[in-house]
């Protein structure tokens, strides 16, 4: 699938292999990602496609914020990974 702005992605190289982040926007082969712990709104990571693997297309307030290009906050950021992250365990344990 098309990783585009807005996308929930896992990196897949780098030091943050493995670590979910958002896509603040998409520059041709680039992704601008932040999670707002290790990469802050203010200093997305820049990173290829090619080391990221799409995981969802989330419908929750963030993702929209995102979308519309309205001003987000680290805190939001991390408090959305952290419940993605929390639904997927328990459908996993259960």
Partial sequence: M???KAHLVEATAG???GKLFYV????GEYLLLADGKSRRV??????K??????????DDRVAGKI???EKVTNSELRKSIASYRD???SDQEG
């Avoid at 603040?24 to 520059?27: A, I, K």
């Avoid at 203010?42 to 990173?47: D, S, T, V």
């Avoid at 990221?52 to 989330?58: L, V």
């Fill in 15 to 17: 030091r943050e292999k």
């Fill in 2 to 4: 098309e990783i585009r």
């Fill in 42 to 47: 203010e200093a997305p990571k820049r990173k």
């Fill in 67 to 69: 979308s519309a290009s």
């Fill in 24 to 27: 603040l926007d998409t520059d």
């Fill in 87 to 89: 639904a997927d365990n």
């Fill in 49 to 58: 496609r090619k080391h990221a693997r799409f995981i969802a297309d989330t």
